[in-house]
């Protein structure tokens, strides 16, 4: 996978080109408040689906954040789905403000990857974690360090991007997708994983430090 340089997501432009359209017809047909809205929208979308740079940790055995916002929770949970074993949980949730491109925890290889249909209730609750729209996957190391990470679908987001398929080869923090309007990553990590985030802190995705492989 090669990665985006592209100062916003390519996902977006549709989106921005459109309105930005309109804004422009608005103008010349004179409606000036409509086309002051156009503009006020347009920047907000570009803001939205902006691709910020960002440094990447060159450090061995650390798991990186997937995902800008805010940690929810992190504990110790039993997962049923895919690893079927105990795990360290570590969920975070973007806001409409967060940056919303997702990018890859540790290098590895995608080994599975899983979409599951569901709701879409507010993601920064815990029920969101099985009940709503999701795409798995799972990455594997060279030395078998295995992780699940669970892209998940908000109240208000109704479409999740994922790139890569099972098979592929991925490079920490690399962008591998994102999740539209607000929504919710969590990461299932080896029990023997130390982490370092708490309850309430704000992290970034590809830089901010998530744990550290004992």
Same mark, same amino acid.
């Given at each position: 996978?090669?990665?985006?340089?592209?100062?916003?997501?390519?996902?977006?432009?549709?989106?921005?080109?459109?309105?930005?359209?309109?804004?422009?017809?608005?103008?010349?047909?004179?409606?000036?408040?409509?086309?002051?809205?156009?503009?006020?929208?347009?920047?907000?979308?570009?803001?939205?689906?902006?691709?910020?740079?960002?440094?990447?940790?060159?450090?061995?055995?650390?798991?990186?954040?997937?995902?800008?916002?805010?940690?929810?929770?992190?504990?110790?949970?039993?997962?049923?789905?895919?690893?079927?074993?105990?795990?360290?949980?570590?969920?975070?949730?973007?806001?409409?403000?967060?940056?919303?491109?997702?990018?890859?925890?540790?290098?590895?290889?995608?080994?599975?990857?899983?979409?599951?249909?569901?709701?879409?209730?507010?993601?920064?609750? @815990?029920?969101?974690?099985?009940?709503? @729209?999701?795409?798995?996957?799972?990455?594997?190391? @060279?030395?078998?360090?295995?992780?699940?990470?669970?892209?998940?679908?908000?109240?208000?987001?109704?479409?999740?991007?994922?790139?890569?398929?099972?098979?592929?080869?991925?490079?920490?923090?690399?962008?591998?997708?994102?999740?539209?309007?607000?929504?919710?990553?969590?990461?299932?990590?080896?029990?023997?994983?130390?982490?370092?985030?708490?309850?309430?802190?704000?992290?970034?995705?590809?830089?901010?430090?998530?744990?550290?492989?004992?």
């Amino acid at each position: 996978m090669k990665q985006n340089r592209w100062p916003m997501a390519k996902e977006g432009l549709p989106f921005l080109i459109a309105v930005v359209l309109l804004a422009v017809i608005f103008g010349f047909m004179g409606w000036k408040v409509w086309m002051s809205l156009g503009i006020l929208l347009s920047l907000f979308i570009a803001y939205f689906f902006r691709n910020p740079k960002r440094k990447i940790p060159d450090l061995q055995n650390v798991i990186l954040s997937p995902a800008d916002g805010r940690i929810v929770h992190v504990g110790e949970c039993q997962e049923k789905r895919f690893l079927k074993e105990k795990t360290l949980k570590v969920s975070i949730f973007m806001s409409l403000f967060d940056v919303h491109l997702n990018r890859i925890p540790i290098s590895g290889k995608v080994v599975e990857r899983n979409y599951l249909p569901g709701h879409f209730h507010v993601a920064s609750v @815990e029920k969101s974690s099985l009940l709503n @729209e999701q795409n798995a996957m799972i990455l594997e190391s @060279e030395d078998r360090f295995k992780i699940l990470l669970v892209q998940i679908a908000g109240f208000v987001a109704r479409r999740i991007v994922c790139y890569p398929k099972a098979g592929d080869s991925v490079r920490k923090g690399e962008i591998f997708g994102l999740i539209r309007f607000g929504s919710r990553v969590d990461l299932y990590l080896p029990i023997v994983v130390i982490s370092i985030v708490r309850v309430g802190q704000h992290v970034k995705g590809g830089e901010s430090i998530i744990g550290y492989r004992a």
